[in-house]
């Protein structure tokens, strides 16, 4: 049904990586990939979605890299997982138009509604600073 898959969880790491990090201190994507173990192509490519989103800010050159485009208490969990996994579907029937063509008597329909309605809510209501503050930090090697 729904899954979060890799690219949601590396999305997740590497904004969370961000906003521990002192404010305006731009990071490194190999920085970044380093301290999430997360493969530095596919972070970057993350890293750009969230950029044309505006979840973060990117810099060109020398001295270039990332750092959050809001606070981080102004950036929701379904922010983060929608630029990569796309909009919450538990079912293909929700997305209308050519997803499904039972849905107006389908049965089913209103309770995937339903669902999608309350995961939405649930990840509206958590924010990358709550996750920052609860996640323990790696243990020093």
């Known amino acids: 049904m ?9 999305a997740i790491r590497g904004i969370i990586f961000l906003a521990r990090s002192p404010k305006g201190k731009i990071a490194l994507i190999s920085e970044i990939a380093d301290a999430t173990d997360v493969p530095q192509t596919f972070l970057a490519k993350i890293f750009q979605a969230f950029a044309k989103l505006g979840l973060v800010n990117s810099y060109r050159g020398t001295g270039g890299g990332f750092t959050l485009g809001r606070p981080p208490g102004m950036i929701t969990l379904r922010e983060v997982v929608e630029a990569v996994e796309g909009p919450i ?24 509604r339903q669902v999608q ?16 503050r609860q996640e323990k930090p790696p243990e020093p090697v």
């Not at 579907?89 to 309770?111: A, F, Q, S, T, Y």
């Open 89 to 112: 579907m538990p079912n293909r029937c929700l997305m209308g138009g050519r997803g499904c063509e039972h849905d107006r008597k389908c049965l089913v329909h209103p309770v995937w």
């Open 2 to 10: 729904m899954e979060l898959t890799r690219k949601g969880e590396y």
């Open 117 to 132: 309605e309350e995961v939405v809510k649930i990840l509206d209501g958590v924010t990358i600073e709550d996750l920052a």
